[in-house]
């Protein structure tokens, strides 16, 4: 499954390119045919990609709820960074969205690109009703991202400000 906008592919990680991708970099690209700029696998995202292996290799096609989904450039195949929902759609129609992009491609509008084309996907399927995004208040780049693609602010806790969608019917 690949989702495509103006300027990018979005595909969603297998169990088997997840483990190459923290384990084997080459591998990886010769996989998936494309090259990996992304940020660094490793502390904090080593361990967050290395828990999300097992869920995606027992979830069938649920998989794309756990999974990585790389954000490429079309033009030179170029992997940018990732995008992912945070688990299956909860019983109420909820899911969280979370995403980033290498330092070297922000401020050029390719992670507004990817989070719509990804709410457009969710919505598209018949349990989700809303999403939402658990944003660090000092990032503001983040919380403009998510205002452009029609997100509101409906909570604030501690340092992280929660911002959601609902789906139009």
């Known amino acids: 499954m690949i989702l495509k906008t103006k300027r990018l592919l979005l595909f969603p990680l297998t169990g088997r390119q997840l483990e190459l991708l923290i384990t084997d970099i080459v591998e990886f690209e010769k996989e998936t045919t494309y090259r990996y700029s992304g940020e660094p696998l490793e502390g904090e995202m080593y361990d967050i990609i290395k828990g999300q292996i097992k869920p995606v290799q027992v979830s069938g096609e649920d998989f794309v709820w ?83 693609n029609g997100f509101r602010e409906f909570k604030s806790i501690n340092n992280f400000n929660w911002y959601t969608i609902s789906k139009t019917v």
């Open 66 to 148: 756990h999974t990585f989904w790389m954000i490429v450039l079309k033009n030179d195949n170029t992997i940018i960074g990732s995008i992912c929902y945070k688990d299956i759609p909860s019983s109420n129609g909820s899911v969280e969205i979370g995403y980033g992009v290498s330092q070297e491609y922000e401020s050029r509008g390719y992670t507004t690109e990817a989070v719509r084309a990804m709410i457009g996907w969710a919505f598209r399927q018949s349990n989700v009703l809303r999403i939402i995004a658990e944003v660090d208040k000092n990032n503001i780049a983040s919380q403009k991202i998510l205002c452009r």
